[in-house]
């Protein structure tokens, strides 16, 4: 069927909406279970009636509208979030460099995207998932400036012959994701006689998630940059535009100044002064939309005297039996690195305990960081390998006194491991137990990164 007007398409994608997959396939696709883009195609064919094709052109040519199919789900706390990544064209390296913005394979191919969202559910029949709501969707136009940089930084890690080199974490709602079996297949780059794995176009997790809490929860999310800053500046530009005026001051004087209730043993504390920074006070950081969309998250950093943190840098509890089930290329933790921005906000102490018991906190400025592809496959994935063998042969807890207190130990990477990361647990007491995969008990773990490395990373701010 021929759809002639954008109006016709929509109304048409409507139709599906409260309709499972089941009902809709005609031609029996579903049937396959192995079949990927199954419901893409199930769409594509029953019920849009036209073919299934891999054309450099979007689905509805002269319409010039992509037809994207895409899952959310619903995560226990009650919020949805965004299932996946969405993913777009292929990057051939050979070509893309060779052209700008406005006539690169993604804008021909993705300037408007038919998005038709289900509901992902587990242990439920792919047949049964259900057509929650399509809208017709053209980028606002500051993710649009924001997605032009993202281009230009994909682009020019080809130009510069490192296509090798991308990271999904370089850029902040276009990535540049790996596509194909494992990971394992490449392409030769213009600049380069090294190979780069295939990547393709895709819009982050983070950023779909986003779009998930606007048009399925009917969240708002709140701004601090208008498209008007973002053609002259980029994001990083703008947030240290906010933040460098403070430079200098301490953190109850920054309290004072925007009638915050000073605090700083409180959790919340360091949060309302970066809302306050970026004008937006009051503001939940995951409630900022460039924060949400880009998967920017906040680490506060207070530093001694000698430039490095007091405390190592604490991320999740580890489930072990999650971990040894992975692969390394669809490992949580390599995700959680390969796909997060962070923010760390800096502060420091100009004198140490002994100097001072109550010393002051001075605001050092900020550093908007990802981490390294390179680091991520060697030192992360040490990190990794290394657990994941402890595990498997058996983690030989014991338990010491130290003074009078008697200490859980273990074999897991400890400080000293590579110079980035380590295992310990968060809590003081250790009384949190998890039971691993052979049956043992142990305190909670998590993975940390090294104040050292952390001291690296800021030696030198934005």
Known sequence: MEYFTLEELVEKAHEAEGKTFGEIDIYDRLENKKAKGGLGQVIEESFFGYTVNSNAQPDFE?????????????NKNGSLSAKERLVLNIINYMEEVHTYFYTSSFWKKNEKLLLMFYEWLPEIDRNDYRIYKSILFTYPKADLEIIKQDWETIINKIRNGNAHEISEGDTNYLGACTKGANNKQLRTQPFSNKLAMQRAYSLKQSYMTALVRKYIKNEDLVSFASADDLEKKTLKDLLVEKFSPYIGWTDEQIADQFNIKYNPKSKSFVPSIVSSFLGIKGTKLDNIEEFAKANIQFKTIRLEPNGKPEQHMSFENIDFQQWIQETWEDSYIRQRFQETKFLFVVFEFRETKKQNPDRKLYFKGIKLWNMPLKTIETKIKELWSSVNKVINE?????????????????????????????????????????????????????????????????KKLD
């Open 62 to 74: 002269h319409l010039g509208v992509e037809l994207k199919v895409t899952p959310f789900k619903r």
């Open 394 to 458: 058996g983690v030989v807890i014991e338990y010491k006194y130290y003074g009078k207190k008697l200490v859980e130990t273990n074999n897991l990477p400890k400080i000293g491991f590579n110079g980035v990361t380590h295992l310990r647990p968060k809590g003081i007491d250790g009384s949190d137990k998890i039971v691993l995969p052979d049956g043992q008990k142990m305190t909670k773990q998590c993975y940390w990164l090294n104040n050292s490395y952390i001291a690296e990373i800021v």
